[in-house]
């Protein structure tokens, strides 16, 4: 059965930053299949970072701030925000088998992220 399971994140000032993990069981995943999704309060799920097969991609309102990452010997991944803003205040999902639609097969719990300003 596959879980994806993140943690790190909480309550931070404006400016500060976090570091949001994601453990990944059940199955080992291409590095291009995952990626990290939000959802905003009274906002639709966006897209934020996923690996690409020339790198990464990010969303243009995080690129430059954001950055993803990945533990393979783990089976793990990462989304390192820095420069945080009160806008990037969501419940952040670790997803996996990205589909071409933009969404994900397998998506994790989520975990809150909040910026205070």
């Known amino acids: 059965q596959v879980q994806l399971v993140e943690s790190g994140g909480g309550l931070v000032q404006a400016g500060g930053s976090l570091r949001l993990s994601c453990a990944a069981s059940?199955?080992?995943?291409?590095?291009?299949?995952m990626g990290w999704f939000r959802r905003a309060p009274g906002k639709e799920r966006e897209f934020v970072a996923r690996?690409?097969?020339?790198?990464?991609s990010y969303a243009d309102s995080v690129k430059g701030r954001f950055t993803i990452s990945r533990d393979n010997a783990k089976n793990m991944v990462y989304l390192q925000m820095n420069s945080l803003k009160p806008e990037d205040t969501a419940v952040y999902y670790c997803?996996?088998?990205?589909?071409?639609?933009?969404?994900?097969?397998?998506w994790g719990q989520g975990t809150q992220v909040t910026v205070s300003s």
């Open positions: 997803a996996a088998d990205l589909t071409s639609s933009g969404g994900a097969n397998y």
């Open positions: 059940g199955r080992t995943f291409n590095r291009n299949a």
């Open positions: 690996f690409i097969w020339a790198g990464t």
